[in-house]
């Protein structure tokens, strides 16, 4: 969430956001009203606690039982006007930067770069659907008897694909050199500091989906009543929510994770849309990045993730754009958000497959989670994630891409060494 000083010193840029962000309206009026109660309320709390001190040094049990029951109910008062201005604060959307194109939807998007050849067939086009049914790798049919729909069992060649994808992803990122490359190409300042792989939990509380910003809208998520759990959305919830409440020392940042994971998505009001094959599913796997930065990197870093997400992606050979999205597509936490759709062939467009999202200080304010400066001063870190590949779209990608007449799908030439050099499945 925002600061309360910066909305209270800055009302018509937080109004513009909320606005073209396409948010609930902000009554600024009311949080300046809850801020100023509150301040009040903590003066009088300590007022209070001197007095009892001073009843304790004069041993004036009576005045100190008196001023104890006192400080109970004002800590009570404190607590109910900061849940309550705590809400307010969290229906305000981060501040967009000022290179964000403002629009109403999708269409709005603009695109900023474009890179590969879409390949060309001397045959009939398949979709990655009716590939996989003839290779026996997708079937939705017995998932559909077992789950029920928007499930699906991946076999044979498709899975040992996966496979490969993960263990290549963790050997480039995790490569200093690599990393440095990259940098050196795109002529990003930042640290070649490796990503450290996690297998995170699939599981998160409220209080932590809250912090990071993606407990709502609550009904495209899977719930847990009995527990008061929910279904991971994405490995980013979980891995950014990893230090809540800590500091970390500066020399300590950037820290970089590269995430596994399955995650969950209820996909309520997709009804209807994308409901062949594996791109809209209700369990898929994801590789995510999650860093964290000091504030004045936090922009070059979301930069970095973008170069290495299109590193990986042309390494597979894989034809992508590349795109900003606009004020009203984005997440209500994202300063930044840049999309990577990649061509799908069998379908005849792009599609996304990539986010990267810079968030500031927006969910570390929430999370608690600050680092200390050199100079001793503490402040909130920022937060950046970026999808490294959502699994099922980006086997999608390989297969259209890369299928041949006879039916099979050659295998991208980095994964080959991941597959007993096989060329094809």
């Given at each position: ?14 109004i ?6 396409k ?10 009203a809850?801020?100023?109660k509150?301040v ?10 001197r007095?009892?001190?001073e ?9 100190g039982s ?15 006007v ?6 307010l ?23 900023i770069?474009?890179w590969?050849?879409?390949?060309t067939?001397?045959f ?5 659907w009716?590939i ?8 939705s049919?017995?998932?559909?008897n077992?789950?029920?729909?928007r499930?699906?069992y991946?076999k044979?060649g ?8 993960v ?14 490359e ?17 297998l995170?939990?699939?599981?998160i509380?409220?209080e932590?989906l809250?912090g ?18 929910f ?5 980013e919830h979980?891995?950014?929510a990893?230090?809540?409440?800590e ?18 998505r ?8 994308d409901?062949?094959?594996i ?7 994801k ?9 004045e990197?936090s922009r070059?870093?979301?930069?970095f ?12 050979n ?8 606009c ?12 999309d990577?759709?990649t ?14 999202d810079?968030m ?9 989670i ?11 870190v ?6 490294v ?5 980006t086997l ?5 891409n890369n299928q041949?007449s006879?039916?099979?799908?050659t295998?991208?030439?980095v994964?080959?060494p991941?597959l ?6």
């Amino acid at each position: 969430m925002l600061d309360i000083g910066f909305i209270l010193e800055n009302r018509d840029l937080v109004i513009a956001a909320v606005q073209n962000k396409k948010g609930d309206p902000v009554d600024i009026d009311a949080l300046q009203a809850l801020h100023v109660k509150r301040v009040g309320l903590i003066k009088d709390l300590g007022e209070i606690n001197r007095e009892r001190k001073e009843a304790a040094a004069s041993r004036d049990d009576a005045t100190g039982s008196d001023l104890k029951k006192k400080a109970a109910e004002a800590e009570e008062a404190v607590r109910e006007v900061t849940k309550e201005l705590t809400d307010l604060l969290a229906k305000v959307p981060n501040i967009p930067s000022p290179d964000v194109p403002v629009g109403a939807s999708e269409d709005d998007n603009v695109v900023i770069r474009q890179w590969g050849e879409k390949p060309t067939f001397d045959f009939k086009v398949k979709a990655h659907w009716d590939i996989g049914a003839e290779r026996d790798f997708i079937d939705s049919e017995r998932a559909a008897n077992v789950a029920g729909s928007r499930f699906t069992y991946l076999k044979g060649g498709i899975v040992r694909l996966q496979v490969a994808l993960v263990q290549w992803v963790f050997d480039t990122v995790s490569n200093e050199t690599v990393l440095t490359e990259v940098a050196k190409q795109h002529e990003i300042n930042v640290p070649s500091k490796p990503f450290v792989p996690v297998l995170p939990p699939v599981m998160i509380t409220p209080e932590m989906l809250f912090g990071m910003a993606r407990l709502d809208p609550k009904e495209d998520k899977y719930y847990l009543q009995e527990d008061n759990l929910f279904l991971a959305g994405s490995a980013e919830h979980t891995l950014g929510a990893m230090h809540a409440g800590e500091v970390f020392e500066e020399d300590a940042l950037p820290i970089r994770y590269v995430g596994y994971s399955t995650a969950f998505r209820r996909e309520a009001g997709s009804y209807g849309k994308d409901t062949k094959g594996i791109l809209r599913q209700h369990q898929f796997d994801k590789l995510e990045f999650e860093s964290f930065t000091v504030g004045e990197r936090s922009r070059a870093e979301q930069d970095f993730l973008v170069a290495l997400q299109e590193h990986l992606m042309q390494q597979l050979n894989l034809p992508y754009q590349v795109v900003m999205v606009c004020t009203g597509d984005m997440g209500k936490p994202d300063v930044r958000q840049i999309d990577i759709e990649t061509w799908m062939p069998g379908q005849n467009t792009y599609r996304e497959t990539h986010s990267a999202d810079l968030m500031g200080a927006y969910q570390a304010r929430r999370l608690g989670i600050r680092v200390k400066r050199e100079g001793g001063k503490k402040e909130f870190v920022h937060m950046n994630d970026a999808t490294v590949f959502a699994m099922g779209r980006t086997l999608i990608a390989i297969i259209e891409n890369n299928q041949r007449s006879d039916g099979s799908v050659t295998v991208p030439e980095v994964l080959r060494p991941y597959l007993g050099n096989q060329e094809c499945v």
